[in-house]
C-alpha cells in the first residue's frame, strides 16, 4: 500500500479541468473549513469533500485519509481539553496542576476541541483532494512567467518526491527481509540510504538539465508553444461552484447564519437556514460532478 498521494490522470470532471481552476475550486474549499465553525456545516462539508473524491475517481484514497484524520483529532481534542480553562461545565477535576493552575475539565473545551479536529479533518480532505485531482506540472506552469526558475525547481521537487517515496518503499521491503530489520539501527540505514540516493539523483538531474541548455535558458523555453487552450465547459461549471462556496461561506459567517458558540457555555442552533446552508454546500460542491462528457484520458 501506498504512503503517499501523488496525481494520477483519471476520467473524472475535476481532472479533466485546467489546474487554475481546479486550485482555486480547491482554495475555496479550504477557505470555507476555515471561515465555517458550526459543527454540522463543517460536517456537511466533509461530506462533500468526499463526495467529490468519490466523484473524482480518488473516493479509497480519501478514506484513507479521514482514518488518518481521526487519528490526528484525538491528541487534537485531549491537548484542548487538559489546556483550556474557559469553560463553565466541569465534567472532572484532577486537582492542582502546578504551574498549569487547576486541572479542571470542562464540557465546553471537550466540544470546541472535537470542532477544532472536524476542521482540520477537512482542510486534510480538501488538500489530498487537491493533491491526487490536480497536475501539479500545469499548475506550476502558470509561475514561469513570473519565475522560471523557481516553477522548474517546484515541478522538479514535485516529481522527486514520490521517486524517493518509491526509493524508500523499496528499501525498506529489502530490510525486511534481514534478520537484523526490525532494530532500530535499520530504520536509521534507511534514511542514510535514501538521503544517499537523494543527493546523487539531484546530481545526475543537474548535469542533465545544464546538458539540455537549461542553464542559459532564454526566453524561448519561458514560452508555451500552440495557443491558449480555451475555456471547457467543465472549467466554467467548477468556476461557478468557487463563486458559490465562498458567497455561502461568507454569507454563513457574515449574517450569522451558523451560529455557534463554544464558551462560556455551548452554544448551537440548527435552524432552517442552517440546514440550507449545508444543502447548498453540498450541491454546489458535487454540481459539476454531475457533467462526465469530454472527460476521456
Not at 484514497?61 to 481521526?70: D, G, K, M, S, V
Not at 457574515?254 to 451560529?259: G, M, N, Q, V
Request: charged share 15%; aromatic share 6%.
Amino acid at each position: 500500500m501506498r504512503a503517499t498521494f501523488f496525481y494520477r490522470r483519471l476520467a473524472s470532471p475535476l481532472h479533466a479541468t485546467r489546474a487554475t481552476v481546479a486550485g482555486v475550486w480547491a482554495s475555496a474549499l479550504i477557505a470555507a473549513a476555515l471561515l465555517i465553525d458550526h459543527p454540522l456545516v463543517l460536517g456537511a462539508l466533509a461530506v462533500a469533500v468526499l463526495g467529490a473524491g468519490v466523484g473524482a475517481g480518488v473516493g479509497r484514497e480519501l478514506a484513507r485519509t479521514l482514518r488518518a484524520a481521526a487519528i490526528v483529532a484525538v491528541p487534537i481534542v485531549a491537548v484542548n481539553v487538559l489546556v483550556t480553562r474557559e469553560g463553565l461545565t466541569v465534567f472532572a477535576r484532577l486537582g492542582d496542576l502546578g504551574p498549569f493552575g487547576q486541572g479542571n475539565l470542562t464540557f465546553e473545551a471537550l466540544v470546541y476541541g472535537a470542532v477544532i479536529a472536524l476542521k482540520v479533518g477537512v482542510l486534510m480532505l480538501a488538500t489530498t483532494l487537491a493533491s491526487l485531482a490536480i497536475d501539479p506540472d500545469d499548475l506550476l506552469s502558470v509561475f514561469r512567467r513570473l519565475s522560471f526558475r523557481s516553477a522548474l525547481t517546484a515541478s522538479l521537487a514535485t516529481r522527486m518526491i514520490g521517486v524517493l517515496a518509491a526509493d524508500a518503499q523499496r528499501l525498506a521491503e529489502a530490510q525486511r527481509t534481514r534478520p537484523d530489520g526490525a532494530h532500530a539501527g535499520g530504520r536509521i540505514r534507511l534514511l542514510s540510504a535514501v538521503v544517499g540516493s537523494s543527493l546523487d539523483r539531484a546530481m545526475d538531474v543537474a548535469a542533465t538539465l545544464e546538458l539540455r541548455g537549461f542553464a542559459t535558458a532564454s526566453g524561448g523555453w519561458r514560452r508555451r508553444s500552440g495557443q491558449r487552450r480555451p475555456f471547457s465547459r467543465h472549467d466554467m461549471a467548477f468556476a461557478g461552484s468557487t463563486t458559490c462556496v465562498l458567497a455561502l461561506a461568507l454569507a454563513g459567517r457574515l449574517a450569522s447564519l451558523t451560529p455557534f458558540a463554544a464558551y462560556p457555555l455551548v452554544s448551537v442552533s440548527v435552524g432552517s437556514a442552517t440546514l440550507a446552508l449545508c444543502v447548498a454546500l453540498v450541491a454546489v460542491v458535487l454540481l459539476p460532478f454531475s457533467d462526465r462528457k469530454g472527460i476521456e484520458l
